[in-house]
């Protein structure tokens, strides 16, 4: 069965510093990997997705993941940290396949100290 | 940009209530989903369903029923609330695979009393 991990349940940055959050899936084939981002009080919002190709990928608001076949990992990145990005952030991951759902990790919250 | 809405933003009922949530996307996607998302836990799914009249149970649907008589609305149906059903309810829709990511509604939050 699919899984997601998330193995940081929150992080502190300093504003303008540089930001990793870590993902872990489990699953046989190459899925479909995807960050999702909650701001308090809102819906979710995707950030970027992973399906081939560049394994570097480009979302919005300046984020970036990376997938790592060989660590089973799609970590997301951001160079310079804003306030704003105070939220909580969540990986998942579905199967290539009609009929199956997005699987969440449990999320990761970030705080952002000036 | 496809629109999911959730009937209710917030919501109080009384344990043993029969009680309906509903949602409607507007894209004419095939796919719609029931998440609920409690703390440190993330979101898990209840049910989804792929196609009208069609569902499948998620990873915790034990105390929930579905329904999707049209391929827009996609109802979640709490038989008797119970007050381990207080929490946050997600409902999403994505065309076929979900390759293209799931949109999702606002999300209820429901309390049982």
């Known amino acids: 069965a699919q899984s997601v991990t998330q193995p940081d349940i929150h992080i502190t940055v300093s504003e303008g510093a540089s930001l990793e959050l870590r993902c872990n899936y489990s699953y046989g084939a190459t899925p479909y990997l995807f960050w999702y981002v909650q701001s308090p009080g809102q819906g979710l919002q995707l950030l970027l997705k992973?399906?081939?190709?560049?394994?570097l990928v480009q979302g919005i608001k300046g984020f970036e993941a990376e997938f790592k076949r060989s660590q089973s990992s799609f970590n997301l990145r951001k160079p310079s940290v804003h306030w704003s990005d105070a939220a909580e952030y969540f990986c998942a991951v579905v199967a290539n396949q009609a009929g199956t759902a997005l699987i969440f990790g449990k999320g990761t919250t970030l705080s952002v100290s000036s | 940009d496809v629109k999911v809405t959730q009937s209710s933003r917030y919501l109080v009922k009384r344990t043993g209530e029969k009680v309906f949530l509903e949602c409607v996307q507007d894209?004419?996607?095939?796919?719609m989903f029931w998440y609920r998302q409690d703390p440190g836990l993330g979101l898990r799914l209840i049910y989804f369903s792929y196609d009208v009249k069609m569902k499948e149970k998620g990873d915790i649907p034990e105390g929930y029923s579905v329904s999707r008589e049209k391929k827009e609305r996609f109802s979640l149906i709490l038989e008797s609330a119970s007050t381990n059903q207080t929490s946050m309810y997600l409902c999403a829709s994505s065309l076929t695979t979900g390759a293209d990511g799931y949109t999702f509604g606002s999300g209820t939050r429901l309390t049982v009393v």
């Open positions: 992973y399906f081939s190709g560049d394994t």
């Open positions: 894209m004419d996607h095939e796919n």
